[in-house]
């Protein structure tokens, strides 16, 4: 099926984008939190514990997107590269980067204007982790949406949610 090769293509691509970006969010809100538990400077425990949530939810993309690329080349047939297994992980990752990115996003009030603001000792480093939370939180979104689509035309093709991402 034509749907198969995209799947085929746009999996890796799709993951490894999370990755990348997750990559990025790790380094951000690994070095706000180093900063914010050596000085004591955050502006708000808000602000503090959505960065600290940021940071998890990061390590948990990274670890748990790598191996579900291992789980879709090297386990095609397996449970973990089924539609359900792709809908559970994808959903509580999209409930985790919601979270996230909308608590940085009400902790720094909709974005930082870094010329007139001086009450975030760490500005630039606030509106990138806001950003990438953002962006993150879309290509998991885009993930997610594509998945529920698999789903649909594995069920009827007869296979269920039970069945492999692509035949």
């Excluded at 503090?48 to 998890?56: G, I, P, V």
């Excluded at 594509?146 to 692509?166: H, K, T, Y």
């Amino acid at each position: 099926m034509a749907f198969d090769a995209h799947m085929r293509r746009g999996h890796p691509i799709v993951f490894s984008l999370i990755i990348l970006f997750s990559i990025i969010e790790l380094a951000i809100s690994a070095w706000l939190t180093s900063r914010f538990n050596a000085h004591n400077n955050y502006f708000s425990l808000t602000e503090r514990d959505s960065t600290r949530f940021l940071l998890f939810t990061s390590i948990w993309t990274i670890v748990l997107s790598g191996a579900y690329m291992f789980f879709f080349f090297s386990l095609s047939g397996h449970v973990l590269s089924s539609v359900a297994s792709h809908i559970l992980f994808l959903f509580l990752t999209w409930v985790f980067w919601t979270a996230g990115a909308a608590s940085i996003t009400s902790a720094l009030g909709g974005g930082l204007n870094c010329n007139t603001e001086f009450v975030f000792v760490y500005c630039g480093q606030l509106n990138a982790l806001e950003g990438f939370a953002w962006v993150i939180w879309i290509l998991v979104t885009f993930a997610i949406l594509v998945v529920l689509i698999r789903g649909i035309s594995a069920a009827r093709r007869g296979d269920g949610m039970r069945g492999p991402l692509i035949v």
